[in-house]
């Protein structure tokens, strides 16, 4: 897999439609059943616009902090707004906070943010070895272009948010994604209880 080449163009069309999919559960209302996930939903202020800009982004977290990276550099239309707009808002399940974004520009402090991430994945050593001149990503190869990537450190405080968190889909709309998610469960549970019971058939014939 040539990670190099998947990174060198931002998604378009349907990828970019499968990248903003989790934050359309979001907004119907079933941000709650991705909180298991490593993914958050960020807010930040657009830059030209004023208006809220939301992205789905995967975190490592250590301690307090929170750690996302641009797989594009800086070329990514949320970084290039929180340059400028650093006060962010924070959406993880049911947890909506407020949160100070910086770049991470300590190389100790980067090193540790990347081994959080490749820690439990080996496609992210993949993905980190495409995104730099490194020809591995373990902590000694990384150690030496921690400065490569695009590191942001999302520190949360007590304040009130100043960037609201996704807006729902009228009620209209959610219900009717309800209504049809029971189906999907019900039809699913249906053909799960049809595959049993030839099993179970079979095994009052041998009794």
């Given at each position: 897999m040539n990670v190099s080449k998947l990174l060198e163009e931002r998604p378009q069309g349907l990828t970019r439609s499968i990248y903003r999919l989790p934050i359309s559960l979001y907004r119907l209302g079933w941000g709650g059943i991705l909180s298991w996930l490593p993914m958050l939903v960020m807010t930040t202020k657009g830059r030209r616009s004023g208006a809220p800009r939301h992205v789905m982004v995967e975190f490592r977290r250590h301690g307090s902090k929170y750690y996302v990276f641009s797989a594009w550099g800086e070329r990514t239309d949320w970084y290039r707004n929180l340059l400028q707009h650093p006060r962010v808002t924070i959406q993880h399940g049911a947890h909506v906070f407020a949160a100070d974004a910086r770049p991470v520009q300590d190389n100790a402090e980067a090193l540790r943010a990347l081994y959080l991430f490749t820690r439990n994945s080996r496609l992210y050593e993949l993905v980190f070895a495409g995104m730099s001149s490194a020809q591995a990503a373990d902590l000694n190869s990384l150690a030496d272009v921690a400065q490569e990537f695009t590191l942001v450190r999302l520190e949360p405080n007590d304040e009130t948010p100043e960037?609201?968190?996704?807006?729902?889909?009228?009620?209209?709309?959610?219900?009717?994604?309800?209504?049809?998610?029971?189906?999907?469960?019900?039809?699913?549970?249906?053909?799960?209880?049809?595959?049993?019971?030839?099993?179970?058939?079979?095994?009052?014939e041998k009794n």
């Open positions: 960037l609201p968190p996704v807006e729902l889909y009228d009620e209209g709309t959610r219900q009717m994604a309800n209504v049809f998610a029971l189906i999907i469960v019900i039809r699913i549970l249906l053909f799960l209880i049809r595959l049993a019971l030839p099993y179970r058939d079979d095994k009052r």
